[in-house]
Each structure stands twice: as C-alpha cells, then as structure tokens.
C-alpha cells in the first residue's frame, strides 16, 4: 500500500494567486481528513469527509478556503486568493471505520506551501 | 472535547525506558485514549490507543489509571529514531471522529 499521496510535497506562491492542493487517500478508507500545522496554532483540522460528504468543516479559516472530494480516491484543499498567513504544512489523513470505533488515521506527508 | 494535559518536553538516554505521561482528569465514559507521534519532517503516525485496560503493540504499551483520569505512554527501550512530539488525544467512541491535537510532548533522546 502506498500509503496517503499528498502533491505538491512544496509550493511556493505569490500572495493572491490561487493554491490547490491534492491527496490521494488510503484506498478503501471512508474518512479522509485536511489539516494544517503552524508553529503558533500547532495541528488543527481544518475539515473532514465521510464516504465523500463534508461532515465538518468548522475549522475552515474563512471563505478563502475550500474542499472538494469529487470521489473516494481523490481530495482537493483550494485556497483562493492566498494570504501569507496561509503559510503552513497542510496533512491529509484517511481512515476506516470500524465496529469498533477506535480506527487510526494515517496521515500523508505534507504540503509546505509558502505564500511569499 | 476533553482536555489533556502533558509536559511540553522530556529527554531520555538511548535504550532506556521512557513513560511519557498525560492527564485527561475530565474524559468521559466512552472517550478512547489516543497516542500519535510526529516525526522531524514528517505526518503524525498513530502509536497506540486504549480505552480501560492496558494495551500493548509493537511500538508501545499503554498504561491506563484504574480511574482512567491519566495514562502513561511506555517506550521499552528507546532509540535515536524515538525522538519526535508524541500526541495525547481524547476521541470519542461515538459520533465526531475527529482528532483534536494539543502541544504534545517533544522527547528528545541522547546518545
């Protein structure tokens, strides 16, 4: 298995342009999850899909910021126009539901976009 | 969602036990006790959970108070390659499955 695939692994950008961001989850898994990591905020999710329908998105900064996941294998982070508070490693993550409920995420290795 | 609480930092010489510990003095009935770690450079990874009794994996063992209010993250014998944040994290066995990520404990590890 190769695992969650997250591209760009880096983008640099200038402020105001448009940023997308991709990923790939495990496959078969039914949650995929976007996050983002800054020094001053540390780890913060951002917003979470089940079987492809956003369930929670209320760690969305603002407008500027929004997600897509037109099918199961494939996730998309927009960020229009960009900020360069929007600097930051952005993880995505998938995971399977069990019976049990105490399934792990699995996380990607990151986009480490800057926003110049 | 329920708090935990955990040292900022920890050192801990190489092929030495390490117990990195957390409190969650407000978990409720049906929280699971989440560890994960992150790597230098790298995506957190999950290292272990539990919900009342002990547990033990490849990576770790989980040592769980009998009034589940604190847990104990048990690294056998630690290596260089040990060095990262490790993450104490409440989730709910219900519902939201959301992970809400604190500070976490960075552990260093000296040769």
């Not at chain 1, 982070?77 to 995420?105: G, H, M």
Request: a neutral charge; aromatic letters at 10%.
């Amino acid at each position: 298995d190769a695992g969650v695939i997250q591209s760009p692994r880096h983008e640099v950008t200038e402020m105001g342009q448009e940023v997308t961001l991709r990923c790939k989850p495990i496959s078969g898994h039914d949650y995929l999850f976007w996050y983002r990591q800054t020094m001053m905020r540390g780890l913060e999710l951002l917003i979470y899909f089940n079987n492809n329908v956003p369930i929670d998105d209320s760690g969305m900064p603002e407008d500027r910021f929004s997600a897509k996941m037109p099918n199961a294998s494939f996730s998309t982070l927009k960020i229009q126009p960009s900020e360069p508070r929007d600097s930051a490693v952005y993880f995505c993550a998938s995971s399977l539901a069990r019976l049990t409920a105490s399934y792990e995420q699995y996380f990607g290795p990151g986009t480490r976009l800057t926003v110049t | 969602d329920a708090k935990t609480t955990q040292p900022n930092s920890m050192e801990s010489n190489e092929e030495e036990p390490v117990h990195l510990p957390c409190n969650h003095s407000t978990i409720s009935g049906t929280d699971y006790i989440h560890w994960y770690r992150q790597l230098p450079s790298q995506g957190p990874e999950y290292v272990i959970h539990g919900l009342t009794s002990n547990v033990n994996n490849r990576m770790a063992s989980l040592a769980i108070a009998e009034d589940r209010k604190s847990s104990t993250l048990i690294l056998h014998r630690a290596t260089l390659r040990d060095a990262a944040v490790y993450y104490c994290i409440l989730r709910q066995r219900w519902g939201a499955q959301k992970l809400v990520f604190g500070q976490g404990t960075r552990l260093t590890i000296n040769p």
